[in-house]
């Protein structure tokens, strides 16, 4: 399955207060990420991809992808197995006078779909054993951004937060 997020972001949405877009998806392993920038935003244009306040795409905390008449694309292992289903990509235009446009789509399969497809020959308890891992570094790089980010996140950092998760956060 592919799911697409088809963004348009006016222009002067800035960095400090950009646009939340939810692209709901299904539970499953997303093996598949593109972003196509048609030609005309000359890297006037962010995108990145959140799980809550966890920055998936790009891995790099607080950065962007920016492009301009490029599709960037590549193949990742990134398990969505809790609520909600979706991912927020959060973009940015700091082009004073036009609308810029970006295409997120993520590529999804079911585990045992996957395993079927891209991992044949390798045991059920092979890919439990990967997708533990997975989820182990994604829990230790959650952990470090949670450290990063400040006490005192950005707003549109709260609006894509898990409501558990502000309680979580305001404790801590």
Known sequence: MIYTGNITTPANT?????????????KGLIYRVEFYFPP????????AVFDALYQCWPSSIGDYFTSDNETIGFDDLFLKE?????FQVVTYNEDETYEHFVSVR???????????RFLPLKSHEYLADLLLRLATERKELEMLQREIISD??????????PAQDVEILENE
Do not use: F, N
């Open 152 to 161: 005192a996140p950005l707003e549109w950092q709260l609006s894509i937060v």
């Open 14 to 26: 800035l960095r400090k207060a950009p646009k939340v877009t939810r692209v709901k998806v299904t």
């Open 40 to 47: 005309g935003s000359m890297g006037l244009m962010g995108v």
């Open 106 to 116: 993520l590529g999804l399969l079911s585990k045992d779909v996957y395993q079927a």
């Open 82 to 86: 809790a609520e909600p289903y979706e």
